[in-house]
C-alpha cells in the first residue's frame, strides 16, 4: 500500500516563502513522477509542479518562478520550495504519485494534503 504525507503548510504573508515535504512509503518503485497539486475552495484541484526520477519538470505557469519542486530519489521524498507567495497561492496542496501520473496529468495515489494560506 502506498503512502504519501505531506508536511509543511501553515500561514504566512504575501511574500514569504514555505517549503513542503511529502515522504513516499510502500510500492512506489514505478512512480516515475511525483507532483503537487493544489486546490482552493470552490475550484478544481490543478497541477502546481510535478518532477520525474532522472529530474524533468513541468510547472503551472502561475508558478513559474517563483516555485521549485525537486525529489530524491534515494529517500522518497519530494518536496516543493515556494518562494514570494501570493495570496492566490492559498489552497490545500496534496502530493501526488502513481504508475498512471505524467508531467501533466496525476496518478492514482493522493497525500492528504496540507494546508498553505498567504496573507495580504
Known amino acids: 500500500q502506498v503512502q504519501l504525507v505531506e508536511s509543511g503548510g501553515g500561514l504566512v504573508q504575501a511574500g514569504g516563502s514555505l517549503r513542503l515535504s511529502c515522504a513516499a512509503s510502500g510500492i512506489i518503485f514505478s512512480f516515475n513522477v511525483l507532483g503537487w497539486y493544489r486546490q482552493a475552495p470552490g475550484k478544481q484541484r490543478e497541477l502546481v509542479a510535478a518532477?520525474?526520477?532522472?529530474?524533468?519538470?513541468n510547472y503551472a505557469d502561475s508558478v513559474k518562478g517563483r516555485f521549485t519542486i525537486s525529489r530524491d530519489n534515494a529517500k522518497n521524498t519530494v518536496a516543493l520550495q515556494m518562494n514570494s507567495l501570493k495570496p492566490e497561492d492559498t489552497a490545500v496542496y496534496y502530493c501526488?504519485?502513481?504508475?498512471?501520473?505524467?508531467?501533466?496529468?496525476?496518478?492514482?495515489?493522493w497525500g492528504q494534503g496540507t494546508q498553505v494560506t498567504v496573507s495580504s
Open positions: 501526488n504519485g502513481g504508475r498512471s501520473a505524467s508531467l501533466y496529468y496525476p496518478g492514482g495515489s
Open positions: 518532477i520525474t526520477r532522472s529530474g524533468s519538470t
